[in-house]
């Protein structure tokens, strides 16, 4: 007799950042916008212009986030909702050997509060966007933005995506996505970056929401020796 399959635990729904943490946030993204050393630190470092971090902490999207006391990179996590994009979470990064971080060379990520999911970073609205780009990571969706000027500007028929990890891409898929769009994939140069295109991955499910014949254009530069944000996390 097979044993009987084992209950899984309740999915405990993802509650929006109460007023507090809202609160919090908005200052931490205030002290990034009051800081134009910060906003010059941050940009040196991810090779960016100072003008896209204040676009992004302009927005909402980017902050100097209070984490074991310290000041963090910090970027907001939205997820979908019946009244627009709704703030569940910071995702805030821990640069190593900082506190709460041991390791000697690589930071790690923490989300405050835990449990709301990998929901990628977006700018725009997925929903009403002729032209979508998704990238890995929020670095790399502000990295393409400054690229394409889109910080001085931010043109209402765009959305940028960036992934957070493996599970992003489910998460991506329960967003409104206009099923008219043209998207453009940009994959990294490693192992996650090829599961894309695997016949189950993000590329073919991505497909199947749009209409025909929109094409969905992917870039996957494996023969690089680095990913597009040159290994920086």
Known sequence: KAPAPRPQPATKPVAPLPGPAMDKWHAACADLLASPAEIQRIAAWRGIEPAAVE?????????????????????LVEMPSDHGMLPVSVHVRLAPQTKGNDHPTKASWRY?????????????????????FI????????????LMG????????????????????????????NPEA???????????GAKWFEPDGLLNSLIAVLKHPRPLHAFWPAALSAAYHGGRL
């Open 55 to 75: 676009f992004a902490a302009t927005r909402g999207l980017i902050g100097l986030y209070s984490y074991f006391s310290l000041p963090r990179e910090a970027f």
């Open 182 to 192: 043209y998207i453009f994939a940009i994959a990294d140069a490693d192992g996650a």
């Open 135 to 146: 990238v890995e990571g929020q670095w790399d969706a502000l990295a393409l933005s400054n």
């Open 112 to 132: 405050a509060p835990s449990g709301c999911g990998a929901w990628p970073w977006i700018v725009g609205d997925l929903a009403t966007a002729e032209h979508i």
């Open 150 to 177: 889109w910080h001085l500007s931010f043109p209402k028929t765009t959305a940028v995506v960036g992934l957070r990890g493996s599970t992003s891409g489910r998460k991506l898929l329960q967003h409104p996505i």
